[in-house]
Every structure is written in C-alpha cells, then in structure tokens.
C-alpha cells in the first residue's frame, strides 16, 4: 500500500487521531480502547506480532494516509538536519523541537524517512504535529533570505551569544560527519557548546542532545 | 565468562584500551588496526557475526575485565539515576555526563546494566572514563548530606535559577514514571524544562535530551 505509514501504540495512535491526518484502518486485539473508531478491524495476537514492527506489540496497529506537503512557515524559528540516518535521533529530534516551539522540520532529501516505525516511535506522537519537508537542503538555503545558524564542534560558544532568533534555519549535520562543507559556507553563525573539562572525550554529544540544549539555549534569551 | 563485557567498535574498543580496564581477549577480522596489542585472536567474518550484537559488525570484538568499585567523589556534581530502563538512554546520559564533566554517575540495581553492549555503543566511549556505581538509591540519598537536585514536570522553571551547583546530586527519573514519591520527598530543589508553547504536547522531553539541558543550565552559571 503506498502513501501511508504505520503507528504503533496507545498514546501516539491516539495523537494521530487527534492531528490532521487521516486513519485508514485501525488494528486492534481489543476493540475496547478505541471504541469510538468505526474503521477497527479485529485481530488475534499472532497476527499482531506478524504486523507490528515492536518487539512488545501495544494491542493496536493504525495505518494513516500521508498528507499533502505543506508550505514552510519563514517566520518561526526552522530546524534543518542534513543526512540525518538514525530513526531514534530523528524522532527525539522531532519531539524536542516541539517542545520548543519550532513547527517546521526539513530533511535533506537523504535523511532517514520520518514515518519511518521507529522515528514515529520515539518522537511520541510528535511526527502528527511537526511540519517536516524533505528537500534539496542546499538549494533551499541557498535560495533563502533568513538568517542560517550552523552548528559544529569549533563555533562560537552558544553561552557566548546574547540575542534569541525568532526566526532563522538552526542547522544540524549528519551523527558522524557535521554540517558537509557545501552547506556550512552558507551559515551566518557558527556555534558549539563547550566541554566543562580539558580532555578530548567524547569527541561529541548525542545529535539530539545536542540539538536540545541549542534550542533551549535560543529560546532561554526569548524570556 | 563472568566479570568480564564485551566492546565493539574500533574507537570504544580505542578507547577502552586507553582507559584503566584490562583487555581479556580481543577478535578480530584483520589484526592490523590494532597491531600493537598481543592479546588478539583472529576470526572469520561469520565467527564475527556469531559474536557480535551490532547487525553490521565492525572488524573487532573486545572482551575487557570489569573492575572492582571505586568510591564516589561527592566534592563534585553527581549524576543519579532512578530505574532507567533503556540501554540508549543510559548510554547518551553516560556521554552527556562525560562532556559537562559529571565524574560519578549512580543508578538504582533495578536500572539498565551500563555494560549491557547497547549501552557501551551509545556512550561511544564514556562508560570507560565514568565511575558508575549501582546501589540502594533511596538509602544512599537519606544518608548523604549533600544538596539533591530533583527534576520533574513541575518543577521551578531551570532558567529560573541563578546559581550553579559545584557540588550536589542531580537525580532523574524513570523514562515513564520520572521520580519516585519516596525519593522526590528528599528533595532539595525540583526543577523543570518548560515548554515554549501552551500546548500539552509533547507530553514530555527525552530523559537524555532532558539531562543534557539541565546539566548544560547549571554548567552555564558557573562560567
């Protein structure tokens, strides 16, 4: 079946219910839960084992339709992630944004897919509420007029930087590599966050930590 | 074998290597990335497959010595952890730790074994430089004397206070349930992240990302 994607889970079914997108069918151990959703179809332990993509099944598989692409909001603060390739980074990623106020995610186009299971899985229900374009990252930034807010292991120190953005394009590069060369020429500002010792490890944060803690450091000037 | 866990990767087992923990055994596909070590066995690439807990296996299986308890430093800001269940969790918060320069880290005997091989692989390293000790977390904390730092959805907002903490134990929470009732009552401070929008999602942040920001909060006052 193409142009759908799959949840899993009491909590984040029930917030994709509650989002813009459409269930098209609801597979259920026990009906009772969703009592309410018509488009509910029974089926028995073994077959949910079969269809599930967890390793301890929730009593409930849904299938939703993808929706249409939606226009990006220049007016907020975006996160743009380049070759993103963990499903568990992306979906935190995806959930502490919205913690943070930020509607609008784009991914490369070489980025792992955000209905992905297990991107779906750990941003909690998220993904139903985040706008997430896939595009050409450099092309777009090229083109765009806002400011650009690299981040690296050798930038300015965030703790240093006195202004909030309400808006820009906050840009993350790959786990492994950072910010590609292409993309970090066309940065405005350059920022890391320091080590609190003088060795030389961890070489780096955790992705989605490290995202986290530039985001509340952006948002702790708006107060 | 008892007493002993396994590392994989070339820059863990690098750094493991580096670190006080005796190396037990090493097997490896090709013997000459780490040519120098003389406790090196060679396998084929399906023995390696066998052995291994990654799906695509890098080269090397290290089996280290687990070394005996060191005492906690309390001079020093200590992290404690209460029943944290998920090994990538556990080990993201081993690498946070490590980079705001967070030495001891504590964890209740019901949490996630920190050499548990997930655990190891998230923590890209950390686990062999951070001294973490299991223990009774709730007679541990009645019987220390120093500041308890407890964190919650409904604390006082972190941006709120404007002091660091030199010393002091920051305690979080299961990843579901946050912080026991019988340990939030020993509680000095209960801090919170708050959200910068008025809806009621997400529920919560990821516990690392969560983690990550507060120890970044009070590491920022100190500079």
């Known amino acids: 079946m193409n142009n759908c994607f799959i949840v899993e889970g009491k909590k984040s079914i029930t917030e994709?219910?509650?989002?813009?997108?459409?269930?098209?069918?609801?597979?259920?151990?026990?009906?009772?839960?969703?009592?309410?959703?018509?488009?509910?179809?029974?089926i028995d332990n073994s077959l949910l084992k079969r269809i599930s993509f967890l390793i301890n099944p929730d009593d409930h598989v849904a299938i939703?339709?993808?929706?249409?692409?939606?226009?990006?909001?220049?007016?907020?603060l975006i996160v743009a992630l380049e070759s993103i390739s963990d499903p568990g980074n992306l979906g935190t990623i995806i959930r502490?944004?919205?913690?943070?106020?930020?509607?609008?995610?784009?991914?490369?186009?070489?980025?792992?897919?955000?209905?992905?299971?297990k991107v779906i899985q750990s941003a909690m229900g998220s993904v139903s509420r985040i706008n997430i374009t896939y595009l050409d990252l450099?092309?777009?930034?090229?083109?765009?007029?806002?400011?650009?807010?690299?981040t690296s292991l050798n930038g300015k120190s965030i703790y240093k930087h006195h202004k909030s953005f309400d808006n820009g394009i906050l840009v993350f590069g790959n786990e492994a590599n950072g910010i590609s060369s292409d993309l970090f020429n066309l940065m405005d500002y350059n920022f890391s966050i320091p080590r609190f010792h003088n060795n030389k490890f961890p070489e780096s944060l955790n992705l989605a930590s490290s995202l986290g803690i530039i985001l509340s450091e952006i948002r702790r000037k708006s107060i």
């Open 64 to 76: 939703f339709k993808l929706n249409d692409v939606k226009p990006i909001d220049n007016n907020n």
């Open 16 to 42: 994709f219910l509650e989002s813009d997108y459409d269930l098209i069918k609801l597979f259920s151990v026990d009906r009772s839960f969703f009592s309410k959703i018509e488009n509910q179809v029974n």
């Open 138 to 150: 450099c092309s777009y930034l090229k083109s765009s007029k806002t400011i650009k807010i690299g």
């Open 96 to 117: 502490n944004c919205e913690w943070f106020g930020v509607k609008d995610v784009i991914c490369s186009k070489d980025s792992v897919d955000c209905f992905n299971p």
